[in-house]
């Protein structure tokens, strides 16, 4: 199978010349197959081509092609050294200068249309020179339809309103880029987030290094203040890391030996040494990147029915400005009247705003998810999301925290510390899942491990030792009272935490009953207002799906205000479940971990996955992770999901209503080349800023 080739793209500015981009470098014999990113201004292609052969495919638009490395595409220039703002303002002059001739007292005729004629040239040519070769191809395109308006006008004598135009046309132009650029500023920011070079101790020595010249097993050495180069894993130091650029938390994390860290993230206050655990290529910034730019590049059914609708819609309207210059003059109509109206009509027809209407809010709406810490992974998922009815969770991970804590601690009579200390001692040999909690818990208290003898593991019940002359049993309810008589009172007391949804421990000192020890898997802060939020932006079920036990379930539903129960389920059964709810709602989100629940996730109509910063398999298999592991990224995207789709259908709707507004004009004879203009370059503007909205959507 033939390898892709990649290269970023530069001056890469309108949906149109992106397509057609693509069709000439689909033209190179060398290339099989090729796909421009507009949203990220990539090109991607199978074959071989050298660079001057891409350039020449882009040069109809000046599209430069430059090496995927390369950090800063369409580097920053300044607003009045652009090519196509100077050529605007030049073509202005002109045109205010011809408007002065045209108006004065004494009009002079033949100096005004020279100023118009030279505006138009200036403002027009490179434009022209695209038009007319793709007019001998009977390539109708937008610049095909304004050459020929422009030109048409121009022979009928209207060169003030032809400069005019060209003018406009050249700010609509200049506006699309502008807005474009500024929709793509989300990737550039996650592109400038990792550092290009980091300080590196290799082999004992210190040096400063390219990022690309990192290798694995290399040690970081992070000061203060500085960000962190490349993922890896703390060999030294102790810090807090802001890790926001990556997941979208606020709060600082802090981070000891053997913690985690990613490229990008910022290093507060302690010095740190990180020992390199992937190549620049590979860390998660880098993979979200991608993912990014591939998710901007895959079209969103809205898009899919837009461009299938402009392949249609320029032919027809080229028929109707055919028909409106021809028919009325046949049937005794004015010719000049009709051709006008005719060549406005065709400048009313440029599909750029209807273009256009989808991929800016796209683009607009997975860049900024993407900043905040959610990668959605296509235009598609985005949408769908949008349309979701109900939601399945896991429970594990998803509505818990997914390890287990100590909740409750009774003791009978005797001192709680020491009964604690005890316990930790006899905890800290066992290798049953919920000792560690334990131990964690007699840690936060602030308790000291005491040591212990002849400890003994026993299979199904618990654990037992001689600690400080003691012995003591720390295992089930049914357990202790085979071997003591436990209090009627903590017997109750234990039937009741059970109830919650919690696993019982009982502590004997001498075949003494002493304490109740409840652990559980607690549930998010966050979650019973996550599921509040969801329901407020019309989500209309919610529902958990668990292998944990009924009662276990219920306990945590309850508390969360989830109405739908289903526990005790096995992989094979959550995806019948998830089959079943979408039959009965339609869309349907499943939202788990990205590693369990596979086949769930994979049938859902979205599979979102928690804490995809640290996990390959979450940004593998899920078609949404929420990077930060929170819950409350959920709301948001929703949110941000809904809002994409109503200002898509609001953008087509702008695109096509002010152009049949302007084409209804024609009946009583009022379209005029300047209301044509406005009308187009109005819907690309609305189109943009009504795109652009999505920018200022938060968590």
């Not at 421990?505 to 966050?526: G, K, Y």
């Not at 979408?582 to 971990?593: F, L, P, Q, T």
Request: hydrophobic share 45%; charged share 20%.
């Amino acid at each position: 199978m033939a390898s892709k080739t990649e290269y970023r793209l530069e001056n890469l500015s309108c949906a149109n010349c992106a397509m057609k981009f693509e069709s000439n470098v689909k033209s190179i014999p060398s290339i099989s197959e090729a796909t421009v990113n507009f949203g990220a201004s990539k090109l991607s292609f199978t074959g071989s081509a050298t660079v001057d052969e891409l350039q020449a495919a882009g040069a109809f638009d000046g599209i430069k092609v430059v090496p995927l490395s390369k950090r800063n595409p369409d580097p920053k220039i300044p607003f009045f050294r652009r090519k196509e703002n100077i050529i605007t303002l030049l073509s202005l002059v002109f045109v205010i200068a011809g408007l002065y001739f045209t108006h004065r007292t004494v009009p002079n005729t033949a100096i005004a249309t020279g100023l118009f004629a030279t505006g138009i040239l200036i403002g027009g040519l490179s434009m022209f020179i695209t038009g007319l070769k793709n007019l001998v191809r009977f390539d109708f395109d937008m610049k095909t339809l304004m050459t020929i308006a422009i030109i048409g006008a121009a022979i009928i004598g209207e060169w003030q309103e032809a400069a005019v135009v060209v003018f406009l046309f050249a700010v609509s132009e200049a506006l699309e880029a502008y807005s474009m650029n500024k929709a793509r500023q989300s990737i550039r920011q996650l592109m400038d987030i990792a550092p290009p070079s980091a300080t590196v101790r290799r082999n004992g020595i210190v040096q400063e290094l390219p990022t690309e010249e990192i290798q694995i097993g290399d040690i970081l050495l992070i000061k203060p203040g500085q960000k962190i180069a490349m993922d890896g894993i703390v060999l030294s130091g102790q810090s807090t890391v802001n890790q926001a650029p990556i997941t979208g938390e606020s709060i600082p994390v802090l981070k000891k030996a053997d913690d985690e860290v990613f490229a990008g993230t910022l290093n507060e206050e302690g010095a740190l040494e990180v020992t390199v655990t992937k190549l620049v290529g590979d860390t998660a910034i880098a993979k979200i990147i991608h993912l990014v730019e591939d998710a901007q590049a895959e079209k969103a059914p809205s898009q899919k029915f837009v461009d299938k609708f402009a392949k249609y819609y320029t032919p027809i309207i080229i028929g109707i400005a055919v028909l409106v210059a021809v028919v009325p003059p046949t049937f005794g109509g004015d010719w000049h009247t009709w051709v006008y109206q005719g060549l406005a009509v065709l400048v009313v027809g440029c599909p750029c705003a209807l273009v256009i209407s989808t991929p800016v809010a796209i683009v607009t709406a997975i860049g900024n998810a993407a900043r905040l810490g959610v990668l959605i992974k296509g235009g598609v998922h985005l949408e769908e999301m949008g349309r979701v009815n109900a939601i399945a969770f896991d429970k594990t991970g998803t509505l818990t925290k997914g390890y287990p804590e100590v909740t409750d601690f009774i003791a009978s009579e005797a001192i709680e510390e020491n009964i604690l200390e005890a316990v930790s001692a006899v905890e800290s040999m066992s290798q049953h899942p919920l000792a560690r909690a334990i131990v964690s818990y007699a840690e936060g208290q602030g308790v000291k491990q005491a040591e212990i003898v002849n400890f003994q593991s026993v299979t199904g019940k618990g654990a037992y030792g001689e600690v400080s002359g003691s012995l003591v049993h720390v295992g089930s309810m049914k357990w202790a009272s085979e071997l003591a008589e436990v209090p009627l009172e903590m017997k109750q007391r234990a039937e009741q935490l059970q109830r919650e949804g919690k696993s019982v421990m009982a502590v004997l000192m001498n075949q003494t009953f002493q304490a109740l020890i409840a652990v559980t898997d607690p549930l998010r802060e966050e979650s019973s207002d996550v599921l509040r939020q969801l329901k407020d932006v019309g989500i209309r079920h919610t529902v958990m799906l668990t292998g944990d036990d009924q009662r276990t379930a219920e306990a945590i539903a309850s508390t969360v205000g989830l109405t739908d129960v289903r526990a005790g389920l096995m992989p094979e059964d959550k995806l019948t479940a998830i089959n079943g709810l979408i039959g009965e709602y339609g869309r349907v989100a499943m939202v788990g971990d990205g590693i369990n629940d596979a086949p769930a996730l994979a049938a859902s109509s979205i599979g979102i996955a928690m804490g995809g910063a640290g996990t390959d398999a979450a940004l593998e298999t899920a078609d949404i992770a929420l990077m930060a592991d929170d819950l409350r990224q959920l709301p948001y995207t929703m949110k941000l999901s809904r809002k994409t789709l109503q200002i898509i259908k609001e953008n087509i709707m702008f695109a096509l209503g002010l152009k049949i507004v302007a084409l209804l004009l024609i009946i009583p004879g009022w379209l005029t080349l300047w209301i044509a203009i406005f009308a187009d370059m109005g819907a690309t503007l609305l189109v943009v800023l009504n795109s652009l909205r999505l920018m200022r959507i938060h968590k």
